[in-house]
């Protein structure tokens, strides 16, 4: 795989990298393994660390000019590089640990190509920047959003840095909500993957500027790519000064969730 990696364009080096990556994540998946503490609760596992290791292996091979930022081992690669590659190697790790499939395994360039692995239902969704597919069997397929399942994925993890104004836990008890929405929550960013695929109708977090992060600047690149509407909680673009996430798959359901955030009444979604 990584001798045969410098001939390919920036998707490709960001699926193969991806695949890379799960192949780690699903080998060593039911097994016991050390944890390394962050504090706060947070913790990584051996397989974060090896599949960010194999992702790295992929993108130097391909790339050796360009700049890697890890969750796991940071910034790395040439001082000043032009161009960064954002790397999650395992998004779900809690998950993972306590044998959850539901992970995700990121690797996008900033402001450029991007791709999603899902380790387990051997998909890898990606964006060249323009458009976006689902690579399952060798095969590509367009991405489709819709709101049709009407199913919401929430981050409720802590911290919450928008409390008291905001709380993903208070858009569950709005009536508007109730109503029309359906609540999930897979404490990954594979479900950013999902509102770009249509299997959900949206995707809040809360936070700070979420567009270089290396948890969400796949997803979020996959979902402009797809059509989706995505902004920050406030309805503001996503970027520097930015608040969160509200990714949806039609603006209709964009301006019912962001009345919902603001607290308007379940029908008033003029000027969400």
């Known amino acids: ?8 364009d920036d998707t490709e080096v960001a699926i193969a990298a991806a695949r890379a ?4 994540v699903r080998g060593l998946y039911g097994r ?6 962050k504090g706060a609760g947070d913790f990584a596992t051996a397989a974060d660390v ?4 194999a992702i ?8 050796p000019e360009d700049g890697v930022l890890g969750e796991e081992g940071g910034r790395r690669g040439a001082e000043g590089a032009a161009r960064e590659w954002l790397v999650d190697p395992l998004c779900g790790t809690l998950n993972y640990a306590v044998g959850n499939m539901l992970v995700a395994v990121n690797v996008a360039l900033r402001d450029g190509p991007a791709a999603v692995a899902d380790p387990f239902a051997d998909e890898v969704f990606h964006t060249d920047g323009q458009r976006a597919w689902v690579r399952h069997d060798g095969a590509d397929t ?13 981050n409720l993890d802590p911290p919450f840095p928008g409390a008291p104004e905001f709380r993903a836990v208070d858009v569950l008890a ?22 770009a695929a249509g299997k959900r109708a949206a995707y809040i977090t809360d936070g700070g500027d979420l567009s270089a992060s290396v948890h969400f600047a796949a997803g979020i690149a996959l979902c402009r790519a797809a059509g989706c509407v995505v902004t920050d909680i406030t309805g503001a673009p996503v970027g520097p000064g930015g608040r969160g996430l509200l990714v949806a798959a039609d603006a209709d359901t964009h301006g019912r969730l962001m009345a919902i955030v603001r607290g308007r009444e379940p029908g008033d979604v003029t000027n969400a």
């Open 1 to 8: 795989m990584i001798s045969s990696c410098s001939g390919l």
């Open 142 to 154: 367009p991405l489709a959003p819709t709101p049709a399942t009407q199913l919401v994925d929430l």
């Open 50 to 53: 090896a599949a960010e290791e």
């Open 174 to 195: 709005h009536a508007g909500f109730v109503e029309r929405f359906r609540p999930r929550v897979v404490s990954t960013t594979l479900a950013l993957a999902w509102v």
């Open 32 to 37: 016991r393994l050390a944890r390394i503490d």
């Open 21 to 24: 990556g799960a192949d780690v």
């Open 56 to 63: 790295l292996g992929v993108i130097r091979a391909a790339r």
